[in-house]
C-alpha cells in the first residue's frame, strides 16, 4: 500500500508521457523524409515535440540544433517527474542523474583534449544543471586545460578521482573516460543501499547489474574487435561488478584468443545464449534488447516503483538516440529501409 500512494500520482504522469514517445510507424514515416525541416515540421506535429518546436522556424535549424532541442526535452521530462514526485523519488532521481553528470563531464573533457573553442551549445543545459546539479557548465566550460578542469570540480564528487588520475600523469582522453565510467558504476552499485529499500532495491540492482555485466561484454568485445587489447589491459577498464556473469566466465571471456572465440564463449552467458550473433543481432543490438526487455518487465511487474520511471526514461533516452542516428542517415541520403536497418527499426509489411 506504501507505494502505491507514494506512486499512484507519477506512474499516471508517466503513462500520459510515454503514451506520447514515437511509435515505430512515426520512425517509418521520418525514415521517408529528406532533409532536417521536413523532419522538425514532422515532430512540430507530434504531441510529445510540438511544444518544444512550436516557435522555431524549421528552414533556419541545421541538425545540430534539433539536437540540442531533443536533449532539452530530455531534461524538461527529468524535470517534471521530480516535480511531481515526493522525497523518497526524488532520492532516487538524484541517483540517477549521475548518468547526465558523466556525459556533461565527458562531453567538456573532449573540448580541452581536442582543443576546441568554448562552446555555445552548452548554454541551454545551465538552468538545467544550475538546478539540480552542484556542477558548474560555467567553470568547467572555460576551464583550458585538464588542470584547470579538474581544479573546477572541487566540491562535486567527481573531483577526488579525476585528482587523483590526474597526478598520476594520466594523458588521454580514454584515460579519463574510463575513470569516470568505472567510477559512475562502482558508486551506484554502493548508493543504491543507501537510496533504494526491499523491492525497489532488488529492482534496481537487477537493473543496474546487468547493465554492467552487458556493458563489460561490448568493452570486451569492442576491445578485441578493434584496439586488439591484450588481456591484461582489458581488465584494467572493465566495471570490477559481476552479477549474472561469474568471475571466472568472465575472466575466461577476456582471455579468448580472437574474436570468434570470444563469440562462441559469449553465446552460452545467460544473456546472449537466445541470440545469434549477425547483421542483426550485434553485440551492441543484444545489449539494447536485454536492457529494454528487463525494464519493461520490471514495469509490468512493478507499476507502482521506480521501475515506472527507470523504463521512461530509458525509453526517452534510445528515443532521442535514435531520432538523433535517423537525421544522420537522412543528411547522408539513405534509403529508409537503410536508415531503419541501421538504427534498428524494421519494415512493417
Known amino acids: 500500500m506504501g507505494n502505491l500512494l507514494v506512486y499512484s500520482g507519477i506512474t499516471t504522469k508517466i503513462r500520459a508521457m510515454r503514451s506520447r514517445l514515437l511509435s515505430e510507424k512515426d520512425f517509418e514515416e521520418i525514415s521517408a523524409l529528406h532533409n532536417v525541416p521536413e523532419v522538425v515540421a514532422y515532430l512540430k506535429k507530434h504531441s510529445a515535440y510540438a511544444d518544444d518546436f512550436a516557435q522555431i522556424d524549421e528552414n533556419k535549424l541545421h541538425r545540430g540544433d534539433v539536437e540540442k532541442i531533443l536533449v532539452q526535452s530530455l531534461y524538461d521530462d527529468y524535470s517534471r517527474l521530480y516535480r511531481f514526485s515526493g522525497i523518497e523519488v526524488r532520492k532516487f532521481l538524484k541517483?540517477?542523474?549521475?548518468r547526465y553528470e558523466v556525459d556533461l563531464i565527458n562531453y567538456c573533457l573532449r573540448i580541452i583534449?581536442?582543443?576546441?573553442e568554448q562552446p555555445f551549445d552548452l548554454n541551454y543545459k545551465r538552468?538545467?544543471?544550475d538546478r539540480y546539479s552542484q556542477i558548474s557548465i560555467e567553470k568547467l566550460i572555460t576551464s583550458r586545460t585538464i588542470e584547470e578542469f579538474v581544479d573546477n570540480l572541487q566540491g562535486?564528487?567527481?573531483y577526488e578521482p579525476l585528482r587523483k588520475l590526474r597526478d598520476s600523469n594520466a594523458?588521454?582522453?580514454f584515460d579519463y573516460d574510463l575513470a569516470l565510467d568505472l567510477y559512475y558504476y562502482t558508486t551506484l552499485w554502493k548508493e543504491k543501499k543507501k537510496v533504494l529499500k526491499k523491492s525497489e532495491l532488488e529492482i534496481f540492482t537487477r537493473d543496474i547489474g546487468s547493465k554492467i555485466d552487458l556493458l563489460n561484454l561490448q568493452w570486451i568485445y569492442r576491445a578485441k574487435k578493434y584496439f586488439k587489447m591484450q588481456p591484461a589491459d582489458?581488465?584494467?577498464m572493465i566495471i570490477p561488478i559481476h552479477f549474472k556473469i561469474h568471475r571466472d566466465t568472465m575472466k575466461e571471456l577476456v582471455e579468448t584468443a580472437s574474436v570468434e572465440e570470444f563469440i562462441?564463449?559469449?553465446a552460452s552467458t545467460y544473456y546472449v545464449k537466445r541470440y545469434d550473433f549477425d547483421d542483426h543481432h550485434t553485440i551492441e543490438r543484444v545489449y539494447f534488447e536485454c536492457i529494454q526487455r528487463l525494464y519493461t518487465v520490471d514495469e509490468r511487474r512493478n507499476p507502482y516503483s521506480i521501475a515506472s520511471i527507470n523504463t521512461y526514461l530509458f525509453?526517452?533516452?534510445?528515443?532521442i538516440k535514435r531520432l538523433t542516428s535517423t537525421l544522420e542517415c537522412i543528411r547522408y541520403g539513405l534509403t529508409p529501409k537503410e536508415t531503419l536497418d541501421y538504427t534498428g527499426g524494421v519494415i512493417q509489411k
Not at 113 to 116: A, K, L, P
Open 95 to 98: 541517483l540517477y542523474l549521475k
Open 113 to 116: 583534449f581536442n582543443h576546441y
Open 127 to 129: 538552468t538545467f544543471f
Open 156 to 158: 562535486t564528487e567527481y
Open 171 to 173: 594523458s588521454t582522453l
Open 234 to 236: 582489458i581488465y584494467s
Open 264 to 266: 562462441a564463449h559469449v
Open 315 to 319: 525509453l526517452k533516452e534510445e528515443e
